[in-house]
């Protein structure tokens, strides 16, 4: 594991790496940036969260399922707008990115956020694609499923996530930002520490159990882990808030944040692992392929190695 650290320590925009296995943190490091246990910036890494408190809002039956339409939630929206496709978009299609609705990610993202209302803007823009077909990557789509979850459980995403996500896995989950409406952003900004990342993915690695507590339904999670779509961007396949891919002949999934933030899990070594890098300034495309890179290439050898 050394060589992985040494070649992590090149990655100029490389905040910090976080090797664990079987749960245990076996190896750390911070290169820049705040201590391990101090929230930052986890940019989408967030929509694999909100997903995590969409399984478990179903699971307690407080939303029906993915099948459930979002119009319901929105009819002071659905009765001003044109298009009648908005009727058959699920909760489904915000997770997988199939809903068809109005990009707001990339070019998109700051005439968005710059709206009085972030929901008018999404569900009164003309549709660009037919529900549950082209997945169109966009943060709105996980704010339309923060917005559901505020309904749904009678209070905030930020409240739901501390009562049944932070404090079950003993972790810090400050307040972030919000729309014009209250409605927490869904999709961005959150902010976790390294460390609580790799609490996070170790949730997911052992399919919703910390400890002797369930936290997320076992069965959503499986769900989530399943390809139902392609990233026309990247190519990789993608499920309920989580991508799905292969390194090394070794199958993975992993949440993914702008600029760097990565949580890695590849089932069959028992390895997570966590990156956070700088967020500001340009999509550095170069830095992203060397942190996927350094997982092929250094991580995942090592762990094979120390299994003999």
């Known amino acids: 594991m050394q060589q992985a650290f040494e070649r992590a320590a090149q990655l100029t925009r490389l905040h910090a790496l976080i090797v664990a296995r079987d749960g245990d943190i076996q190896a750390e490091r911070r290169f820049s940036g705040p ?43 659905r009765r001003r707008t044109a298009d009648p496709r908005l009727a058959r978009v699920s909760i489904g299609d915000l997770l997988t990115m199939r809903s068809g609705l109005v990009r707001t990610s990339g070019e998109g993202y700051g005439p968005w956020v710059r709206s009085r209302s972030w929901i008018g803007h999404i569900l009164l823009s003309p549709m660009i694609a037919e529900p549950g077909e082209l997945m169109i990557y966009s943060t709105g789509n ?5 917005a559901i979850l505020t309904r749904a459980t009678r209070s905030d ?85 989580w991508f799905l891919a292969e390194l090394a002949s070794r199958p993975l999934f992993y949440a993914w944040g702008y600029g760097g933030q990565f949580i890695f899990v590849v089932p069959s070594l028992a390895l997570t692992v966590v990156t956070t890098s700088e967020t500001s300034g340009p999509r550095d495309m170069e830095h992203l392929l060397a942190v996927q890179a350094l997982l092929r290439d250094y991580v995942i050898p090592a762990a094979v190695a120390a299994d003999g």
């Open 157 to 241: 995403t930020h409240r739901f996530a501390q009562e049944k996500l932070a404090r079950p896995l003993g972790i810090e989950l400050p307040r972030w930002e919000r729309d014009p409406e209250g409605i927490y952003l869904g999709g961005n900004q959150m902010r976790l520490s390294p460390r609580a990342l790799v609490r996070f993915g170790e949730l997911y690695r052992n399919e919703g159990r910390h400890g002797a507590r369930q936290v997320v339904p076992a069965w959503w999670v499986r769900e989530s882990l399943v390809p139902r779509t392609r990233s026309v961007f990247s190519g990789q396949l993608y499920g309920y808030g």
């Open 142 to 146: 996980s704010h339309l499923l923060s």
């Open 35 to 77: 201590p391990l246990d101090v929230p930052v910036n986890v940019k989408s890494v967030s929509k694999s969260i909100v997903s995590a408190l969409v399984g478990i809002a179903i699971g307690e039956g407080k939303l029906h399922g993915v099948e459930q339409a979002i119009a319901p939630f929105f009819p002071e929206l």
